[in-house]
């Protein structure tokens, strides 16, 4: 009897350290964060009670929102009547003139076309033998203003004690704005959605951050961010990596770290890119 006990223990306690970061991530966006639920009604009877008391604040308050949006717009959009370089065209592609990186500056040397611009990317990700997967990101740029961006991911862990793997499929669906469109810099923000595969079937409303730095002849450096919440759970990315680039594709070298639930995943990426 205390044989079988001990062999069901040693189970038990194996089985659990070789818990799947993937499993656990899937069953916590099903079951969600019921405490968030509850946190949030209890604020959202406490924000009615005060609400009463402060109508008296309300024009004030309108004032400060009407300044609050007026600096918003100028800060996530730009003034397109006094900032130039929101006018800088697209270019080929990064270094397609040997010093130019998504945008170059305007020359009346130069005659520029309407580009319009397909971005491909994929990118192996490895975290260790038994916790790996792939990142596909592909950019529509219809012209230089805005475009469409979605990513991929697939991430595969093998169980130790049967060998077998799960997956999870992630993907991000969002439209990017370059607030910023120098030569040799953009920087901008993303706005969109958040959706996990699989069995868990959610979705949610996401938001972001990236940058592109083109330093050096031929290399770049880019990083972006992406937060989202599915179920009132997390389902972050942050992703940075160099690119070597040679005419109109590259190769990179980089590092991806997901939070998905209360898993985190860290991964050294390498891959390749192409531009159309």
Do not use: C
């Not at 006990?5 to 799947?20: E, H, M, R, Y």
């Not at 918003?72 to 397609?96: A, C, M, V």
């Not at 704005?177 to 993303?190: A, E, M, P, S």
């Not at 951050?209 to 083109?214: A, K, S």
């Amino acid at each position: 009897m205390k044989n079988t006990l001990f062999v069901l223990f040693t189970i038990l306690t194996l089985n659990s350290s070789f818990s799947q970061k993937i499993d656990k991530s899937k069953n916590e966006l099903k079951s969600g964060n019921s405490s968030h639920s509850s946190s949030s009604n209890n604020s959202s009877s406490s924000s009615g009670s005060s609400r009463s008391s402060s109508s008296n604040d309300f024009g004030l308050a309108s004032l400060f929102v009407e300044g609050l949006l007026y600096v918003s717009f100028y800060s996530t959009i730009g003034d397109y009547r006094s900032e130039n370089h929101l006018y800088n065209p697209l270019s080929k592609y990064p270094y397609f003139d040997g010093e130019s990186g998504n945008f170059q500056k305007e020359n009346d040397s130069i005659q520029y076309e309407n580009l319009m611009r397909f971005d491909v990317e994929n990118h192996f990700l490895y975290s260790n033998n038994n916790l790996f997967g792939n990142h596909l990101k592909a950019k529509f740029r219809p012209f230089q203003y805005f475009y469409v961006q979605a990513n991929y991911r697939e991430l595969l862990e093998k169980n130790m004690l049967t060998n077998r793997f799960s997956n999870l499929s992630l993907f991000q669906f969002n439209v990017a704005y370059d607030r910023i469109r120098f030569k040799k810099f953009n920087l901008g923000w993303t706005l969109g959605a958040t959706y996990v595969g699989n069995d868990v079937q959610k979705a949610g409303f996401s938001y972001g951050l990236h940058t592109d730095v083109f330093a050096i002849k031929n290399i770049s450096f880019n990083s972006a961010m992406i937060w989202s919440k599915i179920n009132g759970l997390p389902v972050n990315s942050f992703e940075i990596r160099g690119k070597y680039h040679k005419k109109n594709y590259f190769f990179s070298l980089g590092y991806e770290h997901l939070k998905i639930a209360s898993p985190n995943y860290n991964f050294t990426t390498i891959g390749t890119g192409i531009y159309f």
